[in-house]
């Protein structure tokens, strides 16, 4: 099989040749210290362009090169609104939202609806997202990867945060949690606003590149730790909603396209809910010591794509024997009958040695036929 044919094998439940591979996406990059040293150990030379221009992330690089030497599966595009529209250091993005930068991350330290009321809503100046998107180079890139290659092509994320997580920047966290059990008629406001800018966002991606793309990833929304933030009940109340106009506008837009929906943590409870709302493929499966993946792969596996699941806190910082062990048990309980892309759960941070990188994917090519 080529590159393309795996991961929609994979994805469609089938089993392909071998189990396919994946990195540097819109939640499972490789952070630009990592990069910087990937290049000297895979000796690439100097850095490209970073396709973020203002470098307002962790994750600003993405480099063809390192992924054709690790010969992964999958290529992604941009939208250029993550760049555009996302956070900048030290000011403000296009949410109104202001960033302070602490080493390699930045930090919302300026909530802009914090006060607000729901009148105040109809008054605030949401994202005008149609000047903030470079739909020639969306079109170039997924053009180009569609005609002439045989990779994958899956769509970053429209924007960094879904609608849980933009919410908690606008309002502060802590205050928007309060919100839900007391203020449902702020909360109802305030997500409908989030999700009408996703939306249009979403559709100004799928009418420029949409007959291109395999997969997009919608915009990471994290209701989980080491357990749920929220009730399911709650998801159910406030969230599904948003998120079948979200999905409803893919499938209206593009309909072949396979939707990934990103989570951290303890997501279990939620995942037969993604399921009824159209989403076909999940990341991250965190391996947290109360998530049970044999279990879940019985419960979902012929309806949910498992994309992730690699440790990047214990097993990438590691050993390469920890590695090959760690990989060989994702395979033998994620891959049978197909449904599963190897990935790190999560971005590789500045602490995971450049070899290990090289390793997990030497390890999902040694152990990964089927």
């Not at 439940?13 to 990069?35: C, F, K, M, N």
């Not at 250091?89 to 006060?115: C, F, H, K, M, R």
């Not at 009321?117 to 005008?128: C, F, G």
């Amino acid at each position: 099989m080529d590159h393309r044919e795996r991961v929609l094998t994979a994805i469609n439940h089938q089993e392909p040749d071998r189990v396919p591979t994946a990195i540097w996406g819109s939640a499972y990059g490789i952070t630009d210290p990592l990069y910087f040293d990937l290049l000297k150990e895979l000796n690439l030379g100097e850095p490209v362009t970073p396709f973020r221009l203002r470098r307002g992330h962790t994750v600003n690089y993405y480099d063809d090169r390192v992924l054709d030497a690790l010969d992964t599966d999958v290529r992604h595009v941009w939208l250029g609104f993550t760049d555009l529209g996302g956070p900048i250091a030290n000011g403000n993005d296009a949410w109104g939202v202001g960033w302070t930068q602490a080493g390699i991350y930045l930090g919302p330290t300026n909530y802009p609806l914090e006060n607000a009321t729901v009148e105040d809503l109809d008054r605030y100046a949401w994202p005008n997202v149609d000047n903030l998107v470079r739909r020639d180079e969306l079109l170039a890139r997924a053009k180009y990867l569609k005609e002439q290659t045989d990779y994958a092509v899956v769509g970053r994320a429209a924007d960094s945060y879904g609608v849980l997580e933009r919410c908690n920047s606008l309002r502060r966290m802590d205050k928007f949690m309060i919100d839900l059990g007391t203020h449902p008629d702020f909360v109802t406001t305030l997500i409908d606003r989030v999700t009408t800018v996703l939306c249009r966002l979403l559709t100004l991606y799928l009418e420029t590149a949409g007959p291109y793309l395999d997969v997009i990833e919608l915009p990471g929304d994290d209701y989980a730790a080491a357990n749920p933030l929220i009730s399911p009940k709650m998801f159910d109340k406030f969230f599904a909603p948003a998120y079948r106009r979200i999905i409803g506008s893919i499938k209206d837009a593009a309909p072949h396209v396979k939707i990934l929906f990103h989570s951290d943590g303890r997501m279990e409870p939620f995942l037969s809910r993604l399921i009824d709302l159209g989403v076909d493929v999940f990341h991250c499966l965190e391996p947290l010591p109360n998530v049970d993946m044999a279990n879940i792969k019985a419960k979902y596996g012929d309806r949910l794509t498992f994309w992730g699941a690699i440790d990047i806190k214990q097993t990438m910082t590691g050993g390469v024997a920890q590695i090959e062990a760690e990989v060989q048990e994702r395979i033998r309980t994620l891959a049978p009958g197909g449904g599963y892309v190897i990935a790190p759960a999560n971005h590789l941070q500045p602490d995971v040695p450049a070899q290990n990188v090289i390793a997990l994917f030497e390890a999902a090519r040694k152990y990964g036929r089927y």
